[in-house]
């Protein structure tokens, strides 16, 4: 049984300082097996097809790093250059600055920015928001009756209606409410990074804690945006952001609790979907990361189910939780000395480069599966 053990070594050559001592020490016995290996043929042939067959498996392997570290690279050569003409552009600079600065510091310039972001609607009285020079302050004491009145004249009831309702939110919240995803980056820089590493690493210990420290901004909106309700049709609230705010029907808290137990990253897909129209690519890259990751989860769980015993559960249990809880610690307090270059460069990683590795992930899982099947 060595003898075979150390022949099988000095083919595959994966031993070869066992194999040099074996030939010293043993070199008559080696010599006399390898004269009846060679003479006879079957055995001759099972070991080169051994041979050949862990020769190809390197090779296969090599090949499989090699194609995603180049996908890797051209990814990165990609996103930089996607980061320099945006940084240096300064696209949407403006509109990122408003949902971070208070309404009554707004300047007239940045009044009229927020009327033209409202809608196709609201540019007719652009102009007399110009020519009244109208700033944040002037903004925030507008109401029904000035609107209806000269200078400002909306007869269209719909349209006043519409911007009461605006002019609510910006009330209400303070700042200009984020449109899309960089004007809530730019608003919430912490919380954006916190989500987007914590949603992909501990997806249900992270929505809890939005339900338990976060509920209203932030819970509220993902869940009716992935459980809506269709028993709202008061026309009176047929906005968005009032709709985000009602409390949810035993219904919705039925399906969203389902799918935060068994399908966590459906959430998040489904949350991305919503967003389609305004960010196409980046919901794809989304959509895709978290389909990726409800994988590599199913095989997790088989993985646990086939080697771990129900006594180890509690430790492992106790360990994932205290790592969860030091990275969050360390996040808290290294997050105020990260420069903003450092920060959008983990954003964009996590953001954009996550599925291609996990793609890497998925196809290792399925060739360790696929070996241990055989």
Not at 197 to 223: C, E, G, N, V
Request: positive net charge; proline residues 5%.
């Amino acid at each position: 049984m060595q003898n075979g053990h150390n022949r099988s070594a000095s083919a595959t050559e994966v031993f070869p300082t066992n194999r040099d001592a074996t030939d010293r020490l043993f070199g008559e016995v080696v010599n006399r097996r390898k004269s009846e290996i060679d003479s006879n043929l079957q055995i001759s042939q099972s070991l080169y097809a051994f041979q050949r067959y862990g020769n190809n498996l390197g090779r296969m392997r090599k090949n499989h790093r090699g194609f995603f570290s180049g996908v890797l690279t051209a990814l990165t050569c990609v996103a930089v250059v996607v980061l320099v003409y945006h940084w240096s552009s300064g696209g949407g600079e403006q509109q990122e600055m408003l949902s971070s600065k208070a309404v009554p510091l707004w300047t007239a310039e940045e009044v009229l920015s927020w009327l033209e972001q409202l809608g196709p609607w609201a540019r007719p009285y652009r102009e007399t928001f110009q020519q009244e020079k109208v700033n944040g302050r002037l903004l925030v004491i507008l109401g029904e009756e000035e609107l209806n009145k000269h200078p400002y004249s909306i007869e269209n009831q719909a349209h006043r209606q519409a911007l009461l309702v605006e002019l609510d939110r910006l009330k209400t919240l303070g700042v200009k409410p984020p449109q899309n995803l960089w004007e809530y980056k730019a608003a919430n820089a912490g919380k954006s990074l916190f989500l987007v590493y914590a949603l992909k690493r501990s997806p249900r210990l992270t929505i809890f804690y939005l339900y338990l420290f976060d509920y209203t901004k932030t819970f509220l909106p993902l869940l009716h945006t992935c459980c809506p309700s269709a028993q709202n049709n008061d026309p009176l609230l047929n906005n968005r952001f009032l709709n985000m705010q009602l409390q949810p029907s035993r219904g919705q808290w039925v399906e969203f609790l389902v799918k935060y137990c068994l399908v966590p990253y459906q959430l998040i897909a489904e949350f991305a979907w919503d967003w389609l129209t305004i960010h196409y690519w980046t919901s794809c890259f989304i959509i895709v990361n978290a389909m990726l990751l409800s994988v590599l989860e199913v095989f997790a769980m088989w993985k646990l189910w086939r080697r771990t015993t129900i006594r180890s559960i509690p430790l492992m249990m106790w360990n994932y939780w205290w790592k969860v809880l030091s990275q969050v610690l360390a996040f808290s307090l290294l997050w105020p000395l990260v420069p903003q270059f450092v920060y959008n460069c983990f954003f964009y990683w996590a953001l954009y480069f996550s599925p291609v590795i996990n793609i890497d992930r998925m196809i290792r899982q399925v060739m360790l599966f696929d070996r241990q099947a055989r």
